[in-house]
């Protein structure tokens, strides 16, 4: 059995904030956006719904990781006009795993526009493609692979996350986080060669767009073996297609009415990990 993940034993400089109020909230996200790191992780917790069919409760819990900080901001914090702000601020990039699915729960939620949203098991399926069939991988298991260490997830899981937090909670939302951001690191440099649209989105009004204001669909570039070409004629046919799909991704037809334009690339964190 692989040994549990912990924040605190994993980077013990890191510091844990748990905030109710957007005004407290406020003051560290200034912080932040007066030297603002290029890469943070992000992750969200909601009450669950055990009744079959009864519609899924809001956002409780955004979880914000930096290399120094970790932030649990409730959800009173989302009353706060700077995690607005940090919510649509393409200058830094946000990655979490599962997170074009986060985004659009805030949209339902709150309505808030989410720019610059990297999800790490796409970096993981292009620099291991062969390793992970399918089109989704969760956080556990890219943790055990690319960590040796086990995310426990159990009832913590399930538990209300719109009370005030249990340090059991804490802990689960920290690294959940945390995680995500160490994952993230080690994943991007082996991944620098790629493209930052195949894997980094905006969700604007609910739907995935790429910076340029394209809409957004992951591509898969690494599927995994597959079977030789029977002649060489072959291999300039394969690598025909493949440069066909990457430029259909690249090429899809602008939306007009996103409020920014320009497109961007993929940063690598700025500061080490302590």
Same mark, same amino acid.
């Given at each position: 059995?692989?040994?549990?993940?912990?924040?605190?034993?994993?980077?013990?400089?890191?510091?844990?904030?748990?905030?109710?109020?957007?005004?407290?909230?406020?003051?560290?996200?200034?912080?932040?956006?007066?030297?603002?790191?290029?890469?943070?992780?992000?992750?969200?917790?909601?009450?669950?719904?055990?009744?079959?069919?009864?519609? @899924?409760?809001?956002?409780?819990?955004?979880? !914000?990781?930096?290399?120094?900080? !970790?932030?649990?901001?409730?959800?009173?914090?989302? @009353?706060?006009? @700077?995690? #607005?702000?940090?919510?649509?601020?393409?200058?830094?990039?946000?990655?979490?795993?599962? !997170?074009?699915?986060?985004?659009?729960?805030?949209?339902?939620?709150?309505? =808030?526009?989410?720019?610059?949203? =990297?999800?790490?098991?796409?970096?993981?399926? $292009? =620099?291991?493609?062969?390793?992970?069939?399918?089109?989704?991988?969760?956080?556990?298991?890219?943790?055990?692979?690319?960590?040796? /260490?086990?995310?426990?997830?159990? @009832?913590?899981?399930?538990?209300?996350?719109?009370?005030?937090?249990?340090?059991?909670?804490?802990?689960?939302?920290?690294?959940?986080?945390?995680?995500?951001?160490?994952?993230?690191?080690?994943?991007?440099? /082996?991944?620098?060669? !790629?493209?930052?649209? $195949?894997?980094?989105?905006? =969700? #604007?009004?609910?739907?995935?767009?790429?910076?340029?204001?394209?809409?957004?669909?992951?591509?898969?570039?690494?599927?995994?073996?597959?079977?030789?070409?029977?002649?060489?004629?072959?291999?300039?046919?394969?690598?025909?297609?493949?440069?066909?799909?990457?430029?259909?991704?690249?090429?899809?037809?602008?939306?007009?009415?996103?409020?920014?334009?320009?497109?961007?690339?993929?940063?690598?964190?700025?500061?080490?990990?302590?």
């Amino acid at each position: 059995d692989l040994p549990p993940y912990s924040y605190t034993e994993r980077f013990p400089c890191v510091r844990l904030l748990y905030i109710h109020g957007h005004e407290e909230t406020n003051r560290e996200l200034d912080g932040l956006f007066a030297a603002p790191p290029h890469v943070v992780s992000f992750d969200l917790e909601w009450r669950p719904s055990f009744t079959p069919g009864s519609p @899924k409760h809001p956002v409780a819990l955004v979880q !914000i990781a930096t290399p120094e900080m !970790i932030l649990l901001l409730q959800i009173s914090a989302l @009353k706060s006009h @700077k995690l #607005i702000d940090f919510l649509d601020d393409e200058s830094i990039v946000k990655a979490g795993v599962n !997170i074009l699915a986060d985004c659009q729960n805030l949209y339902r939620d709150f309505t =808030v526009f989410t720019r610059s949203y =990297v999800e790490p098991s796409y970096l993981a399926r $292009y =620099v291991d493609g062969t390793r992970w069939p399918g089109a989704f991988i969760g956080l556990a298991r890219l943790v055990s692979a690319y960590e040796s /260490r086990s995310l426990s997830k159990g @009832k913590t899981q399930f538990s209300n996350w719109e009370a005030n937090l249990t340090a059991i909670q804490q802990h689960y939302a920290a690294n959940d986080a945390h995680s995500g951001l160490v994952l993230y690191t080690g994943l991007f440099e /082996r991944a620098r060669d !790629i493209e930052s649209s $195949y894997h980094t989105f905006n =969700v #604007i009004n609910g739907d995935a767009f790429c910076p340029d204001g394209s809409p957004w669909q992951h591509m898969n570039l690494n599927p995994g073996p597959a079977a030789a070409p029977a002649s060489a004629e072959g291999v300039v046919e394969a690598a025909a297609q493949t440069e066909t799909q990457r430029r259909r991704h690249r090429l899809r037809t602008p939306m007009i009415l996103l409020p920014r334009t320009g497109s961007r690339t993929l940063l690598s964190p700025a500061s080490k990990l302590c």
